[in-house]
């Protein structure tokens, strides 16, 4: 099965700064990746898939790229709103397999 | 408005079975693959398993391979996930999920 690598586990940072968290397949997966954010005692919400593709009300600020086996998701200018922990997950074939997570938190 | 509500959760002893239901509305839930994903307290996102628009596919996470069995009614716009053999590694909060919409969950407890 596909492995997805997420990095990093959890990051700080100031309001304003570029924030970038990396997604690694273990295997090619053309673009068939999401991008999931889950604020604390929320149910997870679909920000971008297609691995580039914003879903509508999404913020401006965030964004995808990437394709076969490296994926990026950047929030431009993070806001103390986008504290949250953020998966990916690849969606070509099942399983249809969750990174591990990354905690984005205000410093 | 797409809605998915989750019920039959609850308290089940170890090797015991629960029948998880996911109620659709506001979307034609008979064209849609559908799936099932659970969180355990304080972890990551698990995705568990996926039924095709007709049933003519079923898929399983390995954890779950054997002992949970998905189904939906499309007459009733309904999602379904059989948990038996139940551990307490399946004690988690499960997600009846389709792409973009989730439900709120249903807090699955395995415990004696």
């Known amino acids: 099965d596909i492995q997805m690598t997420q990095s990093p586990s959890s990051l700080s940072a100031s309001v304003g700064d570029r924030v970038t968290i990396t997604c690694r397949a273990s295997?090619?997966?053309?673009?068939?990746l999401a991008w999931y954010q889950q604020k604390p005692g929320k149910v997870p919400k679909l920000l971008i898939s297609a691995a580039s593709t914003v879903h509508s009300g999404v913020p401006s600020r965030f964004s995808g790229s990437g394709s076969e086996t490296e994926f990026t998701l950047t929030i431009n200018s993070l806001q103390t709103e986008d504290v949250a922990t953020y998966y990916c997950?690849?969606?070509?074939?099942?399983?249809?397999?969750f990174g591990g997570g990354t905690k984005v938190e205000i410093k | 408005e797409v809605q998915l509500v989750e019920s039959g959760g609850g308290l089940v002893k170890p090797g015991g079975s629960l029948r998880l239901s996911c109620a659709a509305s506001?979307?034609?839930?008979?064209?849609?693959?559908m799936n099932w994903v659970r969180q355990a307290p304080g972890k990551g996102l698990e995705w568990v398993s996926a039924i095709s628009s007709k049933s003519y596919y079923m898929y399983y996470a390995d954890s779950v391979k054997g002992r949970f069995t998905i189904s939906r009614d499309n007459a009733k716009s309904s999602l379904f996930l059989q948990m038996n053999s139940l551990r307490a590694e399946d004690t988690a909060v499960y997600y009846c999920a389709r792409g973009e919409s989730w439900g709120q969950g249903t807090l699955v407890t395995v415990s004696s």
């Open positions: 506001g979307f034609s839930f008979s064209n849609f693959t």
């Open positions: 997950q690849k969606y070509n074939t099942a399983p249809l397999t």
């Open positions: 295997q090619a997966i053309n673009n068939y």
